[in-house]
């Protein structure tokens, strides 16, 4: 309110019907968009110093992949150190968070939980499959398509999970670092690589680029066992636009010409949300392609490395 004083705003203005008040004291276009990068820009104007955005509202700023019920909640998260209040706002949750392990890093003006101490402060929330998924954002970012950096390293990851020994969720937080991965460019492919791993085949490299016999880049598969040229490609809805369409058969063509059998996958295998996972359908699907180019149940060689 005293900044809208201070910039010659009259009182009643503030009670128009086109602004909304999503926190006391706060005023927002309602036009815009509510969203949790919306409301945490709200609540940042009346954020004392020793808050913390944390947990899942620092997750979705980050651009973490989580389950579709937590990219919903609008609710915000905030965190302090001991010794200071709890945030009590409405639309907020409080957490109390030990100094060392909220490392605080500024993204957009706005003072957020890192995100290897993010990623930890998940596992009271996720099951161990998602946090693979967070996991393996964290140190693949959007590089193999050329996009985006890693936001950290897989040591980073190592050394948050040591400063938060013992908090809830720390068993999952080690199950989930042993399956982290560089390469996954979705939450979808990091749960196909799991499922096939789980039915026993060996375990493919995400986002491999294959080559041609000159040594020339053909295409990248979602998932690839180069051992056996086998990969395997997901087909989402968004594939149905006719030119995505052509660009996916001349990319199908050319991965043929190469001598790689590829496998289809779609939503009937791994849904968006995770919560369909059709894992024996699919992985005897890829097992009789394999099984097609050599492999035998019991080979579990062409296991890519862990990852930066």
Not at 81 to 93: D, E, F, Q
Not at 201 to 229: H, I, Q
Not at 268 to 284: I, K, M, Y
Not at 300 to 307: F, L, S, T, V
């Amino acid at each position: 309110m005293e900044r809208a004083r201070l910039a010659g705003v009259h009182p009643s203005r503030l009670d128009a019907e086109d602004l909304r008040r999503p926190f006391h004291g706060v005023r927002q276009g309602v036009g815009v968009p509510e969203t949790v990068a919306s409301r945490a820009l709200a609540y940042a104007e009346r954020m004392p110093p020793r808050q913390v955005f944390s947990h899942v509202t620092a997750a979705l700023l980050w651009g973490m992949p989580l389950p579709h019920r937590l990219e919903r909640d609008l609710r915000l998260h905030v965190a302090v150190a001991p010794g200071s209040t709890r945030p009590l706002a409405s639309g907020v949750v409080g957490h109390v968070v030990r100094a060392d392990r909220l490392g605080v890093v500024a993204l957009g003006g706005l003072r957020l939980a890192s995100p290897a101490d993010t990623w930890c402060q998940l596992a009271s929330l996720l099951e161990v499959d998602d946090l693979v998924a967070v996991g393996d954002f964290l140190v693949t970012g959007q590089e193999p398509s050329g996009r985006s950096a890693a936001l950290c390293t897989r040591s980073e990851l190592e050394a948050a999970i040591r400063r938060h020994r013992g908090c809830r969720g720390a068993i999952r937080l080690r199950a989930a670092l042993a399956l982290v991965r560089y390469g996954s460019l979705s939450r979808r492919e990091t749960f196909m690589r799991l499922d096939l791993l789980r039915a026993g085949l060996p375990e493919p490299t995400p986002n491999l680029v294959v080559s041609d016999a000159n040594g020339v880049a053909v295409a990248m598969v979602d998932l690839g066992f180069a051992e056996y040229r086998v990969g395997i490609e997901y087909q989402s809805d968004l594939h149905r636009d006719p030119a995505r369409y052509r660009s996916d058969v001349r990319r199908l063509e050319r991965l043929l010409d190469a001598g790689w059998l590829i496998v289809q996958a779609t939503a009937d295998d791994v849904s968006a949300d995770g919560r369909l996972r059709n894992s024996a359908e699919f992985a005897d699907r890829v097992a009789k392609r394999l099984r097609a180019r050599g492999w035998r149940p019991g080979a579990r060689r062409g296991a890519p490395p862990a990852g930066p």
